[in-house]
């Protein structure tokens, strides 16, 4: 007899714990995918291809790098409420393919500046932007996952005496 008022008195302790636990999980935020974003980032891979017109044809081309230079990284700070800002460096070589032809080329850019992430809500793809100098570029986010992400920029040039030239650019980053 003892036993089973006991045990009613336990379960509803703990019930109310489960109950409790639930609730808090519900209220605990998701954060959003700029804080999901925010770290530093090594760059491990860049992948070129794009086409420019040449006497009247097009001419398509392609890129991988063959050397990725120590710190190469994407700093990605993320200021809560704030205006978010990152750092690139980037120190790479691409072995450029065109018309059968290889040539290195080197990409050398460190830049400053400000970013912001916009969620397709897996409708449209995510998106970060960056703003350096006045410019802002932005990238799809092909992957990511809390230790990876790939990201992907294309850019077309139209210039009135050599035509258009179209690039899209690839970039593979592990989180450190």
Request: proline residues 2%; hydrophobic residues 40%.
């Amino acid at each position: 007899m003892v036993n089973s008022l006991i045990l009613p008195k336990h379960m509803k302790k703990l019930l109310s714990l489960v109950a409790l636990g639930a609730l808090l999980m519900a209220c605990t935020k998701e954060p959003s995918l700029e804080e999901k974003l925010a770290g530093t980032w090594n760059l491990n891979d860049v992948a070129m291809s794009g086409s420019f017109d040449f006497a009247g044809q097009a001419i398509s081309f392609t890129g991988q790098d063959s050397l990725i230079r120590p710190n190469n990284t994407l700093e990605l700070v993320y200021v809560d409420g704030g205006t978010h800002t990152f750092t690139w460096n980037q120190d790479v070589r691409v072995v450029l393919n065109v018309m059968g032809q290889s040539m290195g080329d080197d990409i050398v850019d460190n830049s400053t500046g400000t970013w912001y992430a916009v969620d397709g809500g897996g409708v449209t793809a995510d998106s970060l932007y960056m703003t350096s100098g006045g410019e802002t570029i932005g990238f799809e986010l092909l992957s990511f996952l809390e230790t990876s992400m790939r990201i992907r920029n294309q850019v077309t040039e139209v210039d009135p005496t050599l035509g258009s030239t179209t690039v899209s650019t690839e970039y593979g980053f592990d989180k450190q």
